[in-house]
Every structure is written in structure tokens, then in C-alpha cells.
């Protein structure tokens, strides 16, 4: 459990997850070493949409985008923006991920999706997910996460509500039929 790199993973929240930021929720992991992990949780949407979220920072955004919304990517730093996307695009402050998906925390990815430059698949979060040296692997033997190899379309080409079922299906398990009791053998 000491050498464990959750990069590219999906954690799902256990039914027994008592911090609310986390009870029902899907984070991907964007980077996990031994420094810690950062992640971004992909299955709670809050109430703002791309249009108003642009205006805010004063840039236009194509028509088709307007109704797409805004997530609650964790609980720190909420008030600063975190874009999941597909490569090749790289920005300022890009971290590639996997071949699949790269995150950026820059404003230019925002101003290439103003300009219809931007990455084909993108998801905006506020915030994001934090552990230390060392948390997740002890939140992983306490039973708070399952962990599975990330499905990029899990979190491109679903809607969010169906999102932590879906990362359930990869693992072969039903959500609705884990309890929230931990067992240990």
C-alpha cells in the first residue's frame, strides 16, 4: 500500500464517507506521489453555468457551451478554476495526466475556449481535492475510497449524475449493494 499511485484513478467515495465535501463522490487523480495527491471531484455540479462563470471574468464564450456547467472540484482553493480536458493542447500551467487527459489551472484555456480554440472535451471545477504525504494510503486502508483505473468517457461523455455508477461498473459492482459498514477479515 506504500507504493501505490493512484494517478489516473477514479476514487469513489464508500458509502460510510462522513466528510459531506466527499459523501458521493467520484475524484479523479490528476497526480499522486510521495509529496501526496491532488485530485478533482467530477460528479458535483454547482449552480453556475460556463456563461455566467465567463462573464465573470470577462470573456465571451461560444453559443453552444452557454448551458454547460460548472463543478465543485473540492475543498481547497474555491475559488480558483481547474480545467480537465484532452490533449494535445497544453497551456501555461498544463499537467498531462495520461494520453487521455490533462489538467490546467492557467486562464489561457478559458480564453482558447472563448476564441473556439480550446480542447475538444473539457470539464470546469472549482476548487480541487488535497491529501499530504501519506493521507490517501491511510483514507485507503481505513475503507473511505474504492480505487479504479480512470474512463476519461466516464467524465467526457456522461452526465454527472451517472458518473460514479458508471466507475462502479468498472470495477463489477453495483453502488447500491456496498454497505456502509467496514469489515475486516
Same mark, same amino acid.
Request: charged share 20%.
Given at each position: 500500500?506504500?507504493?501505490? +499511485? ?7 467515495? /464508500?458509502? $460510510? /464517507?462522513?466528510?459531506? +465535501? ?10 499522486? $506521489? ?8 467530477? +460528479? ?69 475556449? !472563448? ?9 470546469? !471545477? ?16 481505513? +475503507?473511505?475510497?474504492? !480505487? ?16 460514479? $455508477?458508471?466507475? /462502479? ?9 456496498? !454497505? ?6
Amino acid at each position: 500500500m506504500d507504493t501505490v +499511485n493512484l494517478t489516473h484513478h477514479f476514487l469513489i467515495a /464508500m458509502p $460510510n /464517507m462522513v466528510d459531506p +465535501n466527499f459523501h458521493g463522490s467520484l475524484t479523479y487523480i490528476c497526480e499522486h $506521489n510521495e509529496q501526496g495527491a491532488l485530485g478533482v471531484v467530477v +460528479n458535483r455540479p454547482i449552480e453556475l453555468d460556463l456563461s455566467t462563470l465567463f462573464e465573470q471574468i470577462g470573456l465571451s464564450l461560444p453559443e453552444r457551451l452557454h448551458s454547460d456547467i460548472v463543478y465543485f472540484g473540492g475543498p481547497v482553493q474555491t475559488e480558483r478554476g481547474f480545467v480537465l480536458h484532452t490533449p494535445p493542447l497544453t497551456f501555461s500551467s498544463t499537467l498531462t495526466v495520461s494520453d487521455a487527459i490533462s489538467l490546467t489551472t492557467s486562464k489561457d484555456v478559458l480564453e482558447a475556449v !472563448s476564441k473556439g480554440e480550446g480542447p475538444e472535451k473539457f470539464m470546469v !471545477s472549482l476548487g480541487y481535492a488535497g491529501w499530504s504525504p501519506g493521507q490517501l494510503e491511510e483514507e485507503l486502508k481505513q +475503507n473511505a475510497w474504492l !480505487s479504479v483505473a480512470a474512463d476519461p468517457q466516464v467524465i467526457f461523455d456522461l452526465p454527472p449524475e451517472t458518473r460514479l $455508477n458508471a466507475a /462502479m461498473k468498472l470495477l463489477g459492482i453495483d453502488f447500491a449493494s456496498l !454497505s456502509d459498514e467496514a469489515g475486516h477479515a
